[in-house]
């Protein structure tokens, strides 16, 4: 999908410009036209001749030299971009660009240019969790620019922490996935919950439940890529964040989803409750590790809130809200209740005893109930490519 695109890489000055050589390589692999832009601080990591072998195109760097392809250089390339991505992304270029100063050619060019943004945050992790260098983050993506997740690992600075630019093939991928998808979505907010959350009964013990967060993870990346502004509400999961997310956020219980979900709802054209929510916890919470005593023991519980049938009250004319229903029997007709009850657009029922389906696998099975009584099914298939139908179905309500 990157044939004939035109790639404006903006290479900022931290030591991860090295692996954004092989960004430029891979980009230009895959038919893309890439022009780099680089601050003087990149220089003094990789030459500018490196990027221009690589690229086949001049590299923009000073504001004020004279220029052989464009006529005002930054906004040339401002104009050209069919995506801009800046990798690495350094505090400084974040701060820089959340406060719109144009003081260089690469973040001249930001400001003027009207293409979607990438980009890949990559330093020191005290500098990434840093509140300064979270809120720009924040601004940039509510301004709609897309996130590129930092990876965990070992950073350069000695220490091991977030804030490793992801691995150049990652990059290239976004982008690439980017263009593939029609952007049906785009000025659309999308909320999504996903994973089980944990109820927490003393310091060291939980219940819990198997969901991976797979399926609603699958939601939100589909999502991204038909160019809506997601939030992702997500209980405990391995799973990586996806990128271009506007927002992520982690929560344990049920009662931090529903707080989380609640005050995001009203902004939500779309909410997809894909989350394993516990529907008990425990009555008490034990301030200390409870000990083994007698042979037997009884906990109590209490109901949690039902954050979906509390939104289905909520819910306004043009918002769309979509339920899950993992049922072991009776699926259909427990589905139904469901998505009467909790006054739902559409619910997405699964049933969990069937191999490859429901909690922890790559694949599901699901059948979509609608509210004119129609039954959509599908055959076996992978959650990202379920995510693609969920979305189509959202988006013929919408029409
Ligand atoms: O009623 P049940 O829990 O089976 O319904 C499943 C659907 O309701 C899922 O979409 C789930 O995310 C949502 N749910 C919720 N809050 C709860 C329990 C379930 O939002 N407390």
Redesign the pocket.
């Known amino acids: 999908m990157l044939e004939g695109k035109k790639i404006v890489l903006c290479v900022a000055g931290g030591i991860a410009a090295y692996k954004v050589v092989e960004v430029a390589s891979k980009l230009r692999q895959r038919g893309a036209e890439v022009h780099v832009i680089m601050t003087r601080e990149a220089k003094e990591f990789v030459t500018e001749l490196t990027f221009r072998e690589i690229t086949g195109q001049p590299v923009a760097s000073d504001m004020f030299a004279p220029v052989a392809h464009f006529n005002v250089e930054h906004i040339a390339l401002a104009n050209l971009a069919d995506a801009v991505l800046i990798a690495p992304a350094t505090a400084n270029v974040i701060a820089k660009a959340a406060c719109g100063i144009a003081d260089d050619m690469m973040t001249t060019t930001l400001l003027a240019t009207r293409a979607p943004i990438f980009f890949a945050p990559s330093m020191n992790s005290n500098m990434l969790t840093n509140d300064v260098t979270q809120e720009n983050i924040k601004k940039l993506t509510a301004r709609g620019w897309h996130l590129i997740e930092p990876a965990s690992g070992h950073l350069a600075c000695g220490t091991s922490g977030k804030g490793r630019l992801p691995e150049p093939m990652e990059l290239v991928e976004t982008i690439d996935e980017f263009f593939s998808a029609e952007k049906t979505l785009v000025g659309k907010n999308v909320l999504v919950?996903a994973a089980g959350t944990r109820e927490p009964i003393d310091p060291v013990r939980y219940i819990g439940n198997r969901s991976s967060g797979r399926m609603g993870y699958s939601i939100a990346q589909e999502a991204v890529a038909r160019g809506a502004n997601v939030t992702l509400v997500s209980g405990l999961s391995a799973l990586s964040v996806p990128r271009g997310l506007s927002e992520f956020i982690s929560v344990e219980t049920?009662a931090e989803m529903r707080s989380a979900v609640l005050e995001r709802f009203s902004k939500a054209d779309i909410v997809i409750?894909?989350?394993?929510?516990a529907?008990y916890r425990a009555k008490v919470v034990a301030e200390n590790k409870i000990k083994k005593n007698d042979d037997e023991w009884t906990l109590t519980l209490e109901k949690?809130?039902?954050?979906?049938k509390e939104l289905g009250q909520k819910k306004k004319a043009g918002q769309i809200l979509v339920?899950?229903?993992a049922e072991t029997q009776h699926l259909l007709e427990n589905a139904k209740t469901?998505l009467e009850k909790?006054n739902l657009d559409f619910i997405v029922a699964n049933d969990v005893t069937k191999p490859n389906a429901g909690f922890n696998t790559e694949t599901n099975l699901i059948k979509i109930l609608s509210r004119d009584g129609s039954i959509e099914e599908f055959p076996l298939m992978k959650k990202r490519d379920l995510a693609a139908k969920i979305l189509d179905r959202v988006e013929s309500i919408m029409k």
Do not use: Q, S
């Not at 409750?273 to 929510?277: I, S, W």
């Open positions: 919950t049920a409750k894909a989350a394993a929510v529907d949690n809130p039902d954050i979906l339920g899950f229903a469901k909790k």
